[in-house]
């Protein structure tokens, strides 16, 4: 019942998630990211919120992101309810789909970056929020959705991977995104040159990319900014 995107820069070690559903505050169950380690998004018919901390843990411990998912989707009685993306810090993505998630059930995986989603209005809307990323944030995306090149992100990749965020949500919305509409969104960015970005938008009435630009506007003006900067990075 949720769609989401994960990415990771394996040079520098910034990570990122986004989710977005028909449902109230997905920000508070689905998507995780930890800089330098990886990331995970857990969703599904049933989610299951324990997956995150298993997932970190198996990462924590040197696991490839399949052989982490694998470890926790291996415990889990009800596992065929469960939709779980994971990405490590080199950019490895694996993705667990359980039978008795409602379609239309779709994923797109890259090197770096990777999409799914159940639920949704058609099977586009993962490979449409790739792409959107891609474009955004690398200069050779034509190379990595067709080629399966590695993306070469730009120098300015952290300074504009917040909007690359929200036009990847734009672009999965508009290629149908949840057949319910979305109601609420979430991404969070983790690094380690600044403080986290934590955005969240428990419930929406109308627009939520343009609320999340709202947002992205208030998180990128100077005195937040400066905030931002006079925290601890580590």
């Known amino acids: 019942m949720t769609l989401s995107l994960l990415h990771v820069h394996p040079e520098t070690g910034t990570v990122a998630s986004l989710a977005a559903t028909g449902s109230v505050a997905v920000g508070g169950y689905v ?15 049933a989610t299951n919120p324990w997956y995150p901390e298993r997932v970190k843990l198996g990462l924590e411990r040197g696991l490839a992101a399949q052989d982490a998912l694998n470890e926790v989707v291996a415990g889990d009685a009800g596992a065929s309810y469960r939709q779980c993306l994971v ?7 694996a993705l667990h789909t359980g039978n008795d998630n409602r379609p239309v059930v779709a994923a797109a995986r890259y090197p770096g970056v990777a999409a799914a989603g159940n639920m ?73 040159a600044m ?39 580590r």
């Open 31 to 45: 998507n995780h990211c930890w800089r330098g380690l990886g990331a995970c998004a857990t969703q599904g018919l």
């Open 195 to 233: 403080a986290p970005i934590d955005l969240r938008l428990d419930w929406v009435e109308a627009d939520p990319v343009a609320e999340l630009r709202v947002l992205a506007r208030r998180v990128e003006a100077e005195n937040f900014q400066a905030f931002l900067r006079s925290l601890p990075h």
């Open 87 to 93: 990405m490590d810090a080199a950019g490895r993505p």
């Open 120 to 192: 949704l209005a058609n099977d586009g809307v993962a490979d449409a929020m790739v792409a959107a990323f891609l474009a955004a944030t690398c200069d050779d995306s034509g190379a990595v959705m067709t080629g399966g090149e590695v993306p070469r992100f730009r120098e300015t990749h952290d300074a504009e991977l917040l909007a690359a965020l929200i036009d990847a949500l734009e672009a999965g919305l508009a290629a149908g995104g949840d057949h319910r509409g979305c109601r609420s969104a979430a991404l969070r960015i983790e690094s380690f």
